[in-house]
């Protein structure tokens, strides 16, 4: 028996994904949540591995991720997001998943991806590893968002969406201030005064899709 936990707060993308799974793992048990913190209410229960996607509401998979990690660090978490591999991937991976897929991806790439991880390895795309090679070649000039937080680059994706700081403090149940310090730091880092120019170089780079 295989037990793998969906994380994803669309029902048709858990459904979709039900789908897949039981078509290769028949005597599959699957659990399911709509954000992080259902996600480690479920995490009480024994789990051979986790499908999260990265963009919940309140807080996002790559918390929900360090989380879930701290509480079974032998659990491979595979991450299915909408997000850019190379941007959001790296820092999935430093945070201990055992796999990055896009939701782009084939059904075969996600399966390829979940025997990985329940084998106890790491599964990495052909794009991906072509990208780390290059970066690490210094062939790929480091971005001025990739020296962001993680929070920060949260924040970042959703001032490129038009949000208020009112509005993202709300969505991140974090205090107003915190979110302006976080909006000032990232401004600073890279370089970008105001929030079109925020949401102009989040789009030119897919971030905010």
């Known amino acids: 028996m295989t037990r793998i936990l969906i994380v994803d707060d669309h029902e048709i993308v858990r459904r979709g994904l039900k789908g897949i799974l039981l078509e290769s793992f028949p005597d599959l048990v699957i659990g399911e949540a709509t954000d992080g913190r259902q996600a480690l209410v479920a995490a009480a229960k024994p789990w051979d591995a986790t499908l ?92 001025p968002h990739e020296s962001l937080s993680n929070r920060e680059l949260q924040v970042l994706r959703l001032v490129a969406l038009g949000k208020t700081l009112k509005e993202i403090a709300a969505e991140l149940s974090l205090s107003e201030k915190t979110i302006a310090t976080y909006r000032m730091r990232l401004g600073r880092k890279m370089g970008l005064g105001t929030n079109v120019d925020l949401a102009r170089y989040a789009a030119l780079h897919h971030l905010a899709d």
């Open 52 to 143: 999260l996607d990265i963009n919940l509401p309140g807080r996002n998979g790559l918390e929900v991720l360090q989380d879930l990690k701290r509480l079974h660090p032998k659990m491979p978490v595979v991450v299915l997001s909408a997000f850019p591999e190379k941007d959001y991937a790296i820092r999935a991976f430093r945070l201990g998943a055992a796999g990055y897929i896009s939701k782009e991806s084939a059904s075969g790439e996600l399966l390829a991806a979940i025997r990985k991880a329940l084998a106890g390895g790491r599964y990495v795309t052909p794009l991906l590893a072509e990208a780390l090679a290059a970066t690490l070649a210094g062939e790929i000039p480091a971005l």
